[in-house]
């Protein structure tokens, strides 16, 4: 019998918007277990090497990201296989480009270019409000950020402005 988590990943299986050939090859990059599920995600190395074609190969990739060029919300990120979700800002320091994972109407992920001005805020939704150890409230983002002792007035489906520093700025009510 299998143990653990799975280790790979069949490119048929692989999600449809990440629009991969079927026939280049037999697996795809499964992607890191952090804040996204593998089916609300991107892997870097699909970003780097089939969306902005600065990479032919899987290694090369690497080589890019071991150079801590490629930062994803402002921290740098050397995992080729770590997951990019929707609304992450990823920005190319050596290029100065700045990206924004977006869907489009075919809920296919699409790349948007941004300033690098827009590159400072992210739009988060909130999932879950609790009362945590000693009356602590929490609140927990769609990317899996856990922010403490949030505004009183923020509800369940809010979403939230949220500078490069954790800071909240603005509540936009659904």
């Known amino acids: 019998m ?3 988590p799975k280790k790979h990943l069949k490119r048929v299986a692989a999600p449809k918007h990440w629009m991969l050939d079927k026939l280049t090859g037999v697996f795809a990059p499964r992607p890191s277990t952090d804040p996204y599920k593998l089916r609300e995600c991107l892997p870097l190395i ?5 969306r902005l074609k600065y990479a032919l190969t899987g290694d090369e990739v690497k080589k890019i990201c071991m150079q801590r ?5 402002g921290k740098v990120r050397t995992d080729i296989t770590y997951p990019a979700g929707f609304m992450d800002v990823i920005s190319i320091d050596k290029t100065g480009e700045n990206f924004r994972l977006i869907y489009d109407t075919k809920g296919r992920f699409a790349v948007h ?3 690098p001005e827009e590159a400072k805020y992210k739009l988060c939704k909130v999932r879950k409000i609790f009362v945590g150890t000693k009356g602590i409230p929490h ?6 950020r856990t922010i403490r002792y949030p ?3 923020i509800k369940v489906n809010d979403t939230r402005l949220l500078i490069s520093s954790n800071l909240t700025l603005v509540t936009c009510a659904w």
Not at 46 to 50: A, K, Q
Not at 69 to 73: G, M, N, R, T, V
Not at 139 to 144: G, R
Request: no cysteine.
């Open 139 to 144: 609140l927990v983002t769609h990317d899996a």
């Open 2 to 4: 299998a143990r653990g």
């Open 46 to 50: 699909i970003f780097l090497r089939n």
């Open 113 to 115: 270019h941004i300033t």
């Open 69 to 73: 060029f490629i930062k994803i919300d």
């Open 151 to 153: 505004d009183p007035l």
